[in-house]
């Protein structure tokens, strides 16, 4: 059974970093993309960032660019997000996903929850 298990998110504060991590199991990930997304209080889920298999692709939502780093270690089955100067309006579920065919994502985690103070 594939599983995917997101941690690291918490409470910090306006300005503060945090570091997501998302383990796969039950199946080789490593020739497939991963995407992280986020679901904010009463709105849509939206992309946060993507990174090809080899890790030489990586993509960011406009609002995260040069604050946000997407990174995957294949041979650990784990991608991470680096947040840094996370701002109020990052607070959301953040999901890890597999991309199994161009820009379809299957494969969810259950979510980790990042809440910034203003």
């Known amino acids: 059974q594939v599983q995917l298990v997101e941690s690291g998110g918490g409470l910090v504060q306006a300005g503060g970093s945090l570091r997501l991590s998302c383990v796969a199991s039950g199946r080789t990930f490593s020739a497939y993309a991963m995407g992280w997304f986020r679901q904010a209080p009463g709105k849509e889920r939206e992309f946060v960032a993507r990174i090809s298999w080899s890790t030489r692709s990586t993509n960011y939502d406009d609002s995260v660019k040069g604050r946000f780093t997407i990174s995957r270690d294949n041979a650990k089955n784990t991608v991470y997000l680096q947040m840094n100067s996370l701002k109020p309006e990052d607070t959301a579920v953040y999901y890890c996903?597999?991309?199994?065919?161009?820009?379809?994502?299957?494969?969810w985690g259950r979510g980790t929850q990042v809440t910034v103070s203003s």
């Open positions: 996903a597999v991309e199994t065919e161009p820009n379809e994502y299957n494969f």
